[in-house]
């Protein structure tokens, strides 16, 4: 059985998860909105038509119908003066109000395109004006100037008859222009209250949609994910067998369920664990203590180990002087064996307790600076420097936080190393370089030796591993697996650079400072094959 078969289920919705809830939500919020989004639409686009008809069209309108009529007076006022003066200069506003009408009555014509009633009045004002101009405009127009026209006053009350059916039209025509003007403009102001209205409806629904959201995500997730918060605060604060109490959708619930489970499960591992840890406990104690043997070894080895040793060596020494050339060849030879062996023996042990102390003994971190270190370095290493004529070169180095004496050791072994493996033809050359990459530092110690094959680059940092004779090169075996063991204590790693034929070089990291916590340092195994150890 699950956890969430061990639930109660509430009635209603209670199968509803999280994703369901929010998908539903989702979806009529989106009906809602867009419901609302197409009747704002709706409203933003009617508003928009009417206005455009009102100052586009219905404004322009009456505007123009009263230039038209103030065209076609000009023209009557212009006939009558001339007609009852011949005086010339009542040709001119006539001629004028010709030119306006007709502009005019084009003007609208655009205007009150597709509107039949409004375009009927503009014809019954063209006709009318027509009829006024052919039966009286025109005739007295073309009489003489300089005397009074007969015709205008033979035709007086036919002309005023015509023109007050023209003023009529206008009349009519203005009127209607009018009532339209009036209509667009109420029109209008009842669209932009409706505007009004549903924009607030809008506001109102979008305030209580939030309103429902927000509560929802409170009630659905907020409160069960605060409710599973202080449930796991509370177990986390060591309460284990405090249970979790499942709320909110199916989900969120079946989520509870397995937290639930897994506190049940924690428990068993917690009760597993302080098991192991009591073991643990008793290891380590086995641990310390083994320790402190290896500290006594390292005692023995310092001490009591040397000191037989010493004598031996003493003693052999001795014997070679006062017997050597007294007896035969061979033991000559056995003599110089046990010298030469005892001599080892004595440089053996002397690196290995040098060997053991890195990061035991030597763990005095401060501030060093590495061009002193290797200037240091050089001054030691000077009588070989000299003989091999090596010349070490390098770039400025940089200031770390570091032990000094390590240092001083890494130095010492690495500069050592391309001084003694160098071609027997050739002096060495020897370049030390430092760069930044990324949090660490980056140094190589390039020389132009005998170099380091390929397939030893790894095995020349294990612990008495030699590739080459005691016979054809000196040493121990330790060299560069004290150097490995000095840069992993500081925070870096030491690699062989198999890219480089034209000798050996060395790259290591150092951080800018160590480790608070460096892992121990272990004795590494020595190689059982590859080539002769020492």
Same mark, same amino acid.
């Given at each position: 059985?699950?956890?969430?078969?061990?639930?109660?289920?509430?009635?209603?919705?209670?199968?509803?998860?999280?994703? @369901?809830?929010? =998908?539903?939500? !989702? +979806?009529?919020?989106?009906?809602?909105?867009?419901? $609302?989004?197409? %009747?704002? *639409?709706?409203?933003?686009?009617?508003?928009?038509?009417?206005?455009?008809?009102?100052?586009?069209?219905?404004?322009?309108?009456?505007?123009?119908?009263?230039?038209?009529?103030?065209?076609?007076?000009?023209?009557?006022?212009?006939?009558?003066?001339?007609?009852?003066?011949?005086?010339?200069?009542?040709?001119?506003?006539?001629?004028?109000?010709?030119?306006?009408?007709?502009?005019?009555?084009?003007?609208?014509?655009?205007?009150?395109?597709?509107?039949?009633?409004?375009?009927?009045?503009?014809?019954?004002?063209?006709?009318?004006?027509?009829?006024?101009?052919? @039966?009286?405009? =025109?005739?007295? !127009? +073309?009489?003489?100037?300089?005397?009074?026209?007969? $015709?205008?006053? %033979?035709? *007086?009350?036919?002309?005023?008859?015509?023109?007050?059916?023209?003023?009529?039209?206008?009349?009519?025509?203005?009127?209607?222009?009018?009532?339209?003007?009036?209509?667009?403009?109420?029109?209008?102001?009842?669209?932009?209250?409706?505007?009004?209205?549903?924009?607030?409806?809008?506001?109102?629904?979008?305030?209580?949609?939030?309103?429902?959201?927000?509560?929802?995500?409170?009630?659905?997730?907020?409160?069960?994910?605060?409710?599973?918060?202080?449930?796991?605060?509370?177990?986390?604060?060591?309460?284990?067998?405090?249970?979790?109490?499942?709320?909110?959708?199916?989900?969120? =619930?079946?989520?509870?369920?397995?937290?639930?489970?897994?506190?049940?499960? $924690?428990?068993?591992?917690? *009760?597993?664990?302080?098991?192991?840890?009591?073991?643990?406990?008793?290891?380590?104690?086995?641990?310390?203590?083994?320790?402190?043997?290896?500290?006594?070894?390292?005692?023995?080895?310092?001490?009591?180990?040397?000191?037989?040793?010493?004598?031996?060596?003493?003693?052999?020494?001795?014997?070679?002087?006062?017997?050597?050339?007294?007896?035969?060849?061979?033991?000559?030879?056995?003599?110089?064996?046990?010298?030469?062996?005892?001599?080892?023996?004595?440089?053996?042990?002397?690196?290995?307790?040098?060997?053991?102390?890195?990061?035991?003994?030597?763990?005095?971190?401060?501030?060093?600076?590495?061009?002193?270190?290797?200037?240091?370095?050089?001054?030691? $290493?000077?009588?070989?420097?000299?003989?091999?004529?090596?010349?070490?070169?390098?770039?400025?180095?940089?200031?770390?936080?570091?032990?000094?004496?390590?240092?001083?050791?890494?130095?010492?072994?690495?500069?050592?190393?391309?001084?003694?493996?160098?071609?027997?033809?050739?002096?060495?050359?020897?370049?030390?370089?430092?760069?930044?990459?990324?949090?660490?530092?980056?140094?190589?110690?390039?020389?132009?030796?005998?170099?380091?094959?390929?397939?030893?680059?790894?095995?020349?940092?294990?612990?008495?591993?030699?590739?080459?004779?005691?016979?054809?090169?000196?040493?121990?075996?330790?060299?560069?697996?004290?150097?490995?063991?000095?840069?992993?204590?500081?925070?870096?790693?030491?690699?062989?650079?198999?890219?480089?034929?034209?000798?050996?070089?060395?790259?290591?990291?150092?951080?800018?400072?160590?480790?608070?916590?460096?892992?121990?340092?272990?004795?590494?195994?020595?190689?059982?094959?590859?080539?002769?150890?020492?």
């Amino acid at each position: 059985m699950t956890s969430e078969e061990n639930q109660p289920r509430t009635r209603g919705l209670s199968t509803w998860t999280t994703r @369901r809830w929010l =998908r539903v939500g !989702a +979806a009529v919020s989106l009906v809602v909105l867009a419901l $609302l989004g197409t %009747a704002g *639409a709706w409203v933003l686009s009617r508003t928009q038509a009417l206005s455009t008809d009102l100052v586009d069209v219905r404004s322009p309108a009456l505007t123009t119908a009263i230039r038209l009529e103030s065209a076609i007076l000009n023209q009557e006022t212009g006939i009558r003066g001339y007609g009852l003066t011949g005086t010339p200069e009542f040709i001119a506003p006539y001629e004028q109000g010709l030119t306006e009408q007709r502009a005019s009555a084009a003007d609208l014509a655009g205007l009150l395109h597709g509107e039949r009633a409004a375009l009927a009045d503009l014809k019954a004002v063209q006709d009318g004006a027509a009829r006024w101009q052919e @039966r009286i405009a =025109r005739p007295v !127009a +073309a009489t003489p100037p300089g005397r009074p026209s007969p $015709l205008a006053a %033979a035709r *007086a009350a036919e002309g005023k008859e015509s023109f007050d059916a023209v003023r009529v039209a206008l009349s009519d025509q203005q009127d209607r222009l009018r009532a339209d003007l009036d209509r667009a403009r109420d029109d209008l102001t009842a669209t932009i209250a409706l505007r009004n209205w549903v924009f607030s409806a809008i506001a109102v629904l979008i305030v209580v949609l939030t309103a429902f959201v927000f509560e929802g995500l409170r009630r659905g997730i907020n409160q069960p994910l605060e409710q599973l918060g202080t449930d796991a605060r509370t177990i986390a604060g060591g309460d284990f067998d405090h249970p979790i109490t499942p709320t909110g959708p199916a989900d969120l =619930r079946h989520l509870s369920g397995e937290i639930d489970f897994m506190r049940r499960r $924690l428990v068993r591992e917690l *009760a597993f664990s302080e098991e192991a840890r009591l073991r643990l406990d008793a290891q380590a104690a086995d641990l310390q203590r083994s320790n402190a043997e290896l500290e006594q070894f390292a005692y023995v080895a310092s001490h009591d180990l040397q000191e037989p040793l010493r004598k031996v060596s003493s003693f052999t020494q001795l014997l070679q002087r006062r017997y050597g050339g007294q007896l035969d060849a061979r033991a000559d030879q056995y003599i110089d064996f046990a010298v030469d062996g005892a001599n080892r023996m004595q440089t053996l042990i002397n690196d290995l307790l040098d060997f053991s102390r890195v990061g035991r003994l030597h763990n005095a971190h401060e501030e060093v600076d590495l061009d002193e270190v290797l200037e240091r370095t050089l001054s030691s $290493l000077s009588v070989g420097i000299e003989e091999s004529g090596a010349l070490v070169t390098h770039e400025p180095l940089p200031s770390l936080v570091a032990d000094p004496t390590q240092m001083g050791m890494l130095w010492q072994n690495l500069i050592g190393n391309a001084v003694k493996f160098r071609r027997p033809d050739q002096a060495p050359e020897i370049h030390v370089t430092a760069a930044r990459e990324g949090d660490l530092w980056r140094f190589t110690v390039t020389d132009n030796g005998i170099g380091i094959a390929p397939e030893y680059a790894d095995k020349v940092f294990v612990i008495f591993q030699r590739l080459h004779t005691k016979d054809t090169y000196s040493g121990s075996g330790i060299g560069l697996a004290m150097c490995k063991k000095i840069v992993e204590f500081h925070g870096g790693t030491i690699a062989v650079d198999t890219t480089y034929r034209d000798g050996a070089r060395i790259t290591f990291t150092l951080a800018p400072r160590p480790p608070e916590n460096p892992g121990p340092s272990t004795l590494p195994e020595a190689s059982r094959s590859g080539p002769e150890q020492a």
